[in-house]
């Protein structure tokens, strides 16, 4: 469950958010509680000296986090990068609609075709970046 | 010594209504938008970012276009937004093997697994101004595409690591202790590798380039290659206490490079390579290089190499790097010193006076 619900975490946190606001009013949302309501903050990111040695702080960027809950006591958590409260909110509660039982259906209605687009603009980068490898030829002595 | 001067109000509103005429320029040019700035000047936007150590694009292009596109200026503007938010976490370090690789170049090996991808560089381009681009609306080429090779684009300096020619990096075994922050302390000297990493990071990039060029002029010479040089996407991951698991929160691009070093070796360590570490936000490759050759250059020290330059100087280099400081303490000799000067007026004249009367005798 955890690693599937980090991967569905990650797509939505990469989505357009008025996608997601609008598959939340699609999904007919279940009695849900905010339990913290939408705010923007830092996180300091971190990368380590030389790539693999000693952790130093990079710099910071702006997130913004969301926490809901249902009846049942389930947890619907939103952390995105960036600015936008509603999409924060949005990911919160499509993370708790998620893992309900009604959630499978969602995860194929909205989940797989926001993946499958990110995949794709992911693939279309990659595709031009290997486009640019240098394919190198030796010169024979004498070959002008 | 500063006085509290009183005066001057309807002036100041003045000038700041003329800025506002002045940034927008002549009315009949269309405004710019905060996205035409993102997409279109975006290495302006990504120095911005850096220098600022606050990764919001939208907040950068706006920051550039309240400046005028004064790049410092922009700076400011965003680290004074930065201090408004609540810190709500540190990320996990980034996994820049992981990267989502869109350059990556070795001038140390020519053959290397996952090959020297060029990405979008103006390394290859002319530098003749394109007046094509003086007309709107032009055609845009479009870039070719090829299909990516299988298998993973190791580090370079790991293929070094591995035959055990190269430092190897590791962490310490005891991580749970805080990262040193020097948004939070003070500095103090000596500061120690993450301090100096963090402070580069967020450092003036010309401050950093002019350093890193006098290493290679003689100035704490260190002979360096340009192992690896990667640019792309890496994925941040946060650490979310309701959940007890990290969270991808998204992407963000990075410029890191890796220089290659020589070391004689001493009593306990062989000869051997060592490195210099640069990592950026954004599309920032001179930076980054000029960071890995700062770097290197400061642990002079740490490797018993003579200290002769100003680059091997962790106290001079990591005191004039940020460039709002440097621009704050510069530009404060514009507030009123009436009193001070007043007092040094009197001195020459005294003076002046005591030798015209000794002449005079």
Redesign the interface.
């Known amino acids: 469950m ?1 690693e599937e619900r ?1 991967r569905w ?2 797509v939505l ?2 989505a357009p958010g008025d996608e997601l606001a609008a598959a939340v009013e699609g999904a007919g949302a279940p009695p849900c509680r905010v339990v913290r309501a939408a705010e ?24 913004s ?1 969301c ?1 809901v809950t249902d009846d049942e006591g389930r ?1 619907g ?1 939103g ?5 936008d409260k509603r999409k924060a909110e949005a990911v919160a509660r499509l993370d708790l609609l998620l893992q309900r039982p009604e959630g499978a259906l969602l995860k194929a209605r909205v989940v797989a075709p926001l993946a499958a687009a990110q995949a794709a603009t ?13 394919e ?1 030829f030796t010169m024979v002595r004498g070959d002008v | 010594m500063y006085v509290a001067v009183k005066g001057g109000e309807a002036a100041i509103d003045a000038a700041r209504a003329w800025l506002a005429e002045e940034r927008r320029g002549d009315p009949a040019v269309p405004e710019l938008t905060l996205d035409q700035i993102r997409e279109q000047l975006g290495l302006a936007v990504d120095r911005v ?2 220098e600022a ?4 694009p ?2 950068a292009a706006l920051a550039l276009k309240q400046a005028q596109g004064d790049v410092i200026e922009a700076v400011f503007l965003l680290r004074a937004y ?1 201090t408004t ?10 996994d ?2 992981d990267m ?4 990556r170049i070795s001038a140390t090996f ?2 290397l697994p996952g ?6 560089t103006y390394d290859y381009t002319h530098r003749l101004l394109d007046f094509a681009l003086a007309a709107e609306g032009g055609a845009v080429p479009v ?7 299988e298998g993973a684009m190791p ?1 370079v ?1 790991e293929l070094l690591v591995g035959e055990g020619l190269m430092e ?5 075994e005891d ?1 749970s202790g805080p ?5 939070r302390e003070p500095l103090s000297f000596p500061a120690g ?3 100096r ?2 402070s580069m ?2 450092g003036d990039e010309g401050f950093l380039l002019s350093l890193g060029y006098s290493t290679q002029r003689g100035y704490g010479r260190n002979h360096p290659f340009a192992g690896e040089i990667r640019q ?1 996407e890496v ?2 991951e ?1 650490e ?1 206490p ?2 007890g ?8 691009v ?1 410029t ?1 490079c ?1 220089s290659v070093n020589q070391f004689k070796g001493d009593a306990t360590r062989p000869a051997q390579f060592t ?1 210099g ?1 640069g ?1 950026v ?1 954004g599309r920032g490759e001179r930076k980054a290089m000029a960071m890995a050759l700062v770097d290197r250059a400061l642990r002079a020290e740490e490797l018993g190499e003579a200290v002769q330059g100003p680059a091997q100087d962790e106290e001079f280099v990591l005191s004039h790097a940020d460039n709002v400081e440097a621009s704050g303490f510069v530009q404060h000799l514009k507030l009123p010193h009436y009193v001070d000067f007043q007092a040094e007026l009197q001195l020459v004249r005294a003076l002046r006076a005591k030798a015209l009367k000794e002449a005079a005798e």
Do not use: C
């Open positions: 955890t980090r975490l990650a946190a990469r923007t903050g830092l996180v300091m990111v971190r990368g380590r000296a030389g790539g693999t040695g000693e952790r130093f702080n990079l710099g910071e960027m702006t997130v986090r926490t947890l958590v952390w995105i990068a960036g600015r992911r693939e279309a980068r990659a595709a031009k970046a290997a486009a640019t490898k240098v190198f | 970012m850096a150590s606050l990764h919001d939208d907040l930065r938010l609540p810190r709500f976490a540190g990320s996990l370090p980034v820049t093997a989502a690789v869109e350059r020519k053959d090959g020297q991808i060029l990405g979008p870039a070719p595409q090829a299909t990516p090779g580090r300096l190897r990096e590791v962490p310490p991580e990262v040193p922050d020097l948004t590798r993450p301090l990493l963090q990071a967020r792309g994925s941040v946060v979310v309701e959940l698991f990290a969270v991808d929160i998204g992407d963000i990075l890191e890796q490195r570490y990592l936000f």
